[in-house]
T-cell receptor, first 113, second 115 residues
């Protein structure tokens, strides 16, 4: 049972334009969400997070939006840069009880110069 | 601060052999995780430690996988005997607190190939 889904395995965007990566989840108990970026031969690197009490969190060029009613979150990168080319994973967790992070399958972003 | 250290980076073994991976978390991080990432999939949690106690090992195939975190610092994950489907990247991660609002810090992983 895939509780966190990233339905787009890949995405190509022109440099300077907006990249939008999407993630859906099924478990309504999740209340903390994260995005990770992964370069080849490296471990995932934490990018940005959002708690369910918010619907938006921004950090520089990266903004995460959360739509709890739709159980959907998205990561916006503006403007996109060639160095943003990587695999992006979303992850979800709940802050009560025994928690663990559930990861999606990832979206490979390619930013074209 | 130094990141999460893992070794070896790569390992190739034959099926039915045994293998061990080592992880040293970021200093002071109480929580340590082992994840398995199969090609094309997201990381899947195998085991989570809080200091030297196991918090969650529900997805660890206990007939062949074992892990320990002696003294609540570094950790070892072992597979014995290995199967072809164990080919994956094994990622170690740590976080500073027990709270879920605490991002994981990952090491670079060990890529295991079972032939």
């Amino acid at each position: 049972d895939q509780q966190v889904k990233q339905n787009s395995p890949s995405l190509s965007v022109q440099e300077g334009r907006i990249s939008i990566l999407n993630c859906d989840y099924t478990n309504s108990m999740f209340d903390y969400f994260l995005w990770y970026k992964k370069y080849p031969a490296e471990g995932p690197t934490f990018l940005i997070s959002i708690s369910s009490i918010k619907d938006k969190n921004e950090d520089g060029r990266f903004t995460v939006f959360l739509n709890k009613s739709a159980k959907h979150l998205s990561l916006h990168i503006v403007p996109s840069q060639p160095g943003d080319s990587a695999v992006y994973f979303c992850a979800a967790s709940r802050t009560s009880g025994t928690y663990k992070y559930i990861f999606g399958t990832g979206t490979r972003l390619k930013v074209l110069a | 601060e130094a990141g999460v250290a893992q070794s070896p980076r790569y390992k190739i073994i034959e099926k039915r052999q045994s293998v061990a991976f080592w992880c040293n978390p970021i200093s002071g991080h109480a929580t340590l995780y082992w994840y398995q990432q199969i090609l094309g999939q997201g990381p899947k949690l195998l085991i989570q430690f809080q200091n030297n106690g196991v918090v969650d090992d529900s997805q660890l195939p206990k007939d062949r996988f074992s892990a320990e975190r002696l003294k609540g610092v570094d950790s070892t994950l072992k597979i014995q005997p290995a199967k072809l489907e164990d080919s994956a990247v094994y990622l170690c991660a740590s976080s500073p607190t027990t709270g879920a609002n605490s991002p994981l810090h990952f090491g670079n992983g060990t890529r295991l190939t079972v032939t």
